[in-house]
């Protein structure tokens, strides 16, 4: 079954990464989500539970709803929902799991998630992100997060740093690499198909500070594609890194649950 961990106390709520999905740095905005909710954490490649270093291929969106699913199945009380708040690339894989599977499921908050293919520049957009992965693979990471930098920011950019690839055991070590090697394409060619019913649980959030930017058009296309909500959350792309408190309670009060000031409980599983 795929990794997770469970904290706090109260109605679930699945929080699934963004990036490779590997919850590095989630710590402050899971505690604070803990005080009112019972947070659990996907790590839909198991990155956080043993499996960084080991072989990854390249990732199919309906996978990692899959195993949010999964995941949902098994910590779910009978008869109950689940909030849903997905980032990034694991934005895309929670319009996923309300597109297929959406049983079990309250609300799903979907926070800047890179669909651009649904975009009506859609096919420029893929292609600039094609060229991302294509100058990661030519020049290492740092080249490549420049070259995602300037398309996120829908500018020239900048001169790329000089760089070499990483080796196969360098790329499995690092989130980031794997995120630009195996994540970062077929996620980005992902269009969203729901229903009116699903539609009418879904919110799409895009950062206050991404406003002019690739990702906050986008968020307010897919609002208009689907009939979601649309509503802006502190912070960029990072925000839930950058302002874990601020994005927490913004996203509970998106939820209905304003702060209660009761002390967070924890446990965890995998």
Request: aromatic share 4%.
């Given at each position: 079954?795929?990794?997770?961990d469970v904290?706090g106390?109260?109605?679930?709520?699945?929080?699934?990464?963004g990036?490779?999905?590997?919850?590095?740095?989630?710590?402050?905005?899971?505690?604070?989500?803990?005080e009112?909710?019972?947070?659990?954490t996907y790590?839909?490649?198991?990155?956080?539970?043993?499996r960084?270093g080991?072989?990854?291929a390249d990732?199919?969106v309906?996978?990692?709803?899959d195993?949010?699913r999964?995941v949902?199945e098994?910590v779910?009380?009978?008869g109950?929902?689940?909030?849903?708040?997905?980032?990034s690339?694991?934005?895309?894989?929670?319009?996923d799991?309300?597109?297929?599977?959406?049983r079990?499921?309250?609300?799903?908050?979907?926070?800047e998630?890179?669909?651009?293919?649904?975009?009506?520049?859609?096919?420029?957009q893929?292609a600039?992100?094609?060229e991302v992965?294509?100058?990661?693979r030519a020049a290492g990471p740092a080249a490549?997060?420049?070259?995602l930098?300037?398309t996120?920011?829908?500018?020239?950019?900048?001169?790329v740093?000089d760089g070499?690839?990483?080796?196969?055991?360098?790329?499995?070590s690092?989130?980031m690499?794997?995120f630009?090697?195996?994540?970062?394409?077929p996620?980005?060619?992902?269009?969203?198909?729901?229903?009116?019913?699903?539609?009418a649980?879904?919110?799409?959030a895009a950062?206050?500070?991404?406003?002019?930017?690739?990702?906050?058009?986008?968020?307010?296309?897919l609002a208009?594609?689907?009939?979601g909500?649309?509503a802006?959350?502190p912070?960029?792309?990072?925000?839930?890194l950058?302002?874990?408190?601020?994005?927490?309670?913004?996203l509970?009060r998106?939820?209905g649950h304003?702060a209660?000031?009761r002390?967070?409980?924890?446990?965890?599983?995998?």
């Open positions: 079954m795929s990794d997770h904290c106390d109260g109605p679930v709520l699945l929080v699934v990464p990036g490779a999905g590997h919850p590095m740095g989630l710590g402050p905005l899971t505690r604070r989500l803990a009112r909710f019972t947070v659990v790590d839909p490649l198991g990155l956080a539970h043993g960084l080991r072989p990854v990732q199919r309906e996978e990692w709803s195993g949010a999964d949902l098994a779910l009380p009978d109950e929902s689940a909030y849903v708040l997905g980032t690339s694991g934005g895309i894989a929670a319009l799991l309300l597109a297929r599977h959406p079990r499921l309250r609300h799903v908050v979907a926070h998630p890179p669909c651009v293919a649904a975009l009506p520049d859609g096919a420029r893929r600039a992100f094609r992965y294509d100058t990661y490549a997060a420049e070259r930098a300037a996120l920011e829908e500018r020239t950019p900048d001169a740093p070499q690839p990483l080796t196969r055991a360098e790329e499995l690092q989130p690499a794997l630009l090697a195996h994540v970062l394409v996620f980005t060619s992902y269009v969203p198909h729901l229903t009116a019913p699903a539609a649980r879904l919110t799409l950062g206050d500070g991404s406003r002019g930017r690739l990702l906050h058009r986008t968020a307010r296309a208009e594609r689907t009939g909500a649309l802006e959350f912070g960029g792309h990072l925000g839930a950058e302002h874990p408190e601020a994005f927490a309670d913004r509970a998106a939820l304003p209660t000031g002390p967070a409980s924890a446990r965890t599983s995998s």
